[in-house]
């Protein structure tokens, strides 16, 4: 069965404060694994899709990184906006298409 | 339209009536899906269409639980005797194939709570 684990849950930084969200996964061939951002009462927002281990994706101040057996979302000196949860998913290879399976996600808040 | 959107967007119901919830996927979108997230949880598969094809519902908790798709566009998720722990977002995504590694969009849900 195909798992994801996000650490940690929850994550408060000071405004510049550097740091990384993992992404933590089980899945019996990797198709592709996503991240989203999600805001309160907002549906997930996509941001990035990685393949294959030692891929890496920018957008702005968060760089996704992968690994054969997790994810990092780097946050490189985030600002108040960057306060939401993070959602990680993969995609399994398998006959036919597969469901996204998702973790919990990790609350990042940034404080000013 | 320009995103996927879902009506309504919050819906409170008795315990024990039926609900629908609505989804518009993004034109031209092939791939409709139906996710849940209930508060603390992680998102959670219901549902999956693809084109013409038998739709995946593999991820339907019970048999209260069904969704159809018309004209390969607007799907409804109905929801019969509805139970308090039913209460969660419902969530609905789609995109332009099925799975194989195209961007999943997300709707902003519809918010029901069973009382």
């Known amino acids: 069965e195909d798992q994801v684990t996000q650490s940690p849950e929850a994550l408060r930084l000071q405004e510049g404060e550097s740091s990384s969200l993992n992404c933590s996964y089980t899945?019996?061939?990797?198709?592709?694994l996503f991240w989203y951002r999600q805001d309160p009462g907002k549906g997930p927002e996509f941001l990035f899709t990685?393949?294959?281990a030692g891929e890496e994706k920018e957008k702005e101040r968060l760089k996704a990184t992968l690994t054969k057996k997790e994810s990092f979302l780097h946050i490189t000196a985030p600002k108040p906006e960057d306060s939401a949860t993070y959602l990680c998913?993969?995609?399994?290879?398998?006959?036919?298409?597969?469901?996204?399976?998702f973790g919990k996600g990790t609350r990042l808040s940034v404080i000013a | 339209g320009a995103g996927v959107s879902q009506s309504p967007s919050n819906k409170v119901t008795e315990k024990g009536k039926d609900v629908e919830l609505r989804c518009d996927p993004i034109?031209?979108?092939?791939?409709l899906y139906w996710y849940r997230q209930s508060l603390g949880q992680g998102l959670e598969f219901l549902i999956y269409?693809?084109?013409?094809?038998?739709?995946?519902k593999s991820g339907l908790p019970s048999d209260r639980f069904s969704a159809e798709r018309t004209g390969g566009s607007v799907s409804t998720l109905t929801i019969q005797r509805t139970q308090q722990e039913d209460s969660a977002v419902y969530l609905c995504?789609?995109?332009?194939?099925?799975?194989?590694?195209?961007?999943?969009?997300f709707g902003e849900g519809s918010w029901l709570t069973v009382v």
């Open positions: 034109s031209g979108h092939t791939a």
């Open positions: 899945v019996s061939g990797l198709r592709g």
């Open positions: 998913a993969v995609q399994s290879q398998g006959a036919g298409n597969t469901p996204l399976v």
């Open positions: 995504a789609s995109s332009l194939l099925g799975y194989s590694g195209n961007t999943i969009y």
């Open positions: 990685l393949y294959s």
């Open positions: 269409f693809q084109g013409n094809s038998a739709p995946d």
